[in-house]
């Protein structure tokens, strides 16, 4: 069976973390806002609410991998908030790649984004080729 719906994308990082909804019809995402993180650690109660109020279909969280496909400190903490995320939130939670995610949203946006944007247009990104995949 296929996913449908709205899906929530996470960009995944210690001080911040990127939010981005998206829908599997039209394979597209926007930036939803930048949540306040403590040592990777968000407010669990705020990121309920959200996921209460769009009842996503999936969650994506992006992977930073290196660049030769190795894991590192940062991998390992995005899979344990993306475990976490599925413990709490009891919704499929699945990894995306996202290599080079944050310094495309970087470039793509240099002129137009400020503060915390950069990080929703990252789980935009993650999320939008998540969608790309689907079929």
């Known amino acids: 069976m296929a996913i449908q719906g709205y899906i929530l994308g996470f960009d995944f990082g210690l001080k911040f973390i990127g939010l981005a909804v998206g829908q599997t019809i039209t394979k597209t995402a926007g930036g939803l806002k930048t949540l306040k993180a403590r040592g990777g650690k968000p407010n669990w109660a705020e990121i309920a609410s959200i996921i209460q109020e769009y009842k996503p279909a999936a969650i994506v969280v992006g992977l930073p991998l290196n660049m ?13 908030f993306a475990q976490e995320l599925q413990r709490r939130s009891g919704i499929t939670v699945q990894l995306m790649d996202e290599r080079l ?21 990252s789980a935009c990104l993650i999320l939008e080729s998540w969608l790309n995949e689907l079929d």
Do not use: Y
């Not at 030769?68 to 344990?80: G, I, L, V």
């Not at 137009?112 to 950069?118: D, L, S, W, Y």
């Open 101 to 121: 995610s944050s310094w495309t949203a970087n470039e793509v946006t240099r002129d137009t984004v400020r503060g915390g944007e950069i990080h929703e247009k």
């Open 68 to 80: 030769d496909d190795s894991e590192s400190d940062m991998s390992t903490k995005a899979r344990r």
